[in-house]
């Protein structure tokens, strides 16, 4: 009798853990299911076109600058693009820093928020 409690307990136990084990998988996948999804979505969300053309922008700008009057240039180009990007219902702007040395590149929208700077010489930016 002592011998079939012991082999009952034993089958038990055996399929808790192999249920353990199933819950533990399960909770993975789902898991990795989820992410999987939010990745795919942040991906197609994500306006690099936006971004490349506030690029192109920036290199438009710095090519085209007066060397003498680049203050106000500035400022006039970093409230075109505002206005630009806002009616599109997302920020960007470009601020360019003192002889169009340096540009900085913000760009907000909903899920993202991206800023570089970028460094031109002869009037070429990278």
């Not at 038990?12 to 853990?17: A, E, G, K, N, R």
């Not at 690099?48 to 680049?70: C, F, H, S, T």
Request: aromatic share 8%; glycine share 8%; charged share 20%.
């Amino acid at each position: 009798m002592a011998s079939v409690k012991e082999r009952g307990q034993v089958l038990i136990l055996f399929t808790l853990l192999i249920s353990t084990i199933i819950i533990s998988i399960s909770v993975l996948h789902a898991q990795n299911i989820l992410a999987g999804m939010e990745t795919s979505r942040t991906m197609m969300m994500f306006p690099k076109e936006e971004i490349r053309n506030l690029k192109d922008l920036a290199g438009i700008a710095v090519k085209k600058m007066p060397p003498a009057k680049w203050g106000e240039y500035s400022s006039d180009i970093y409230d075109q693009v505002r206005v630009l990007y806002s009616q599109k219902g997302v920020y960007g702007d470009l601020i360019i820093s003192e002889s169009g040395s340096k540009v900085i590149l913000n760009f907000i929208s909903g899920d993202v928020e991206y800023s570089e700077t970028m460094n031109c010489a002869g009037g070429e930016c990278k």
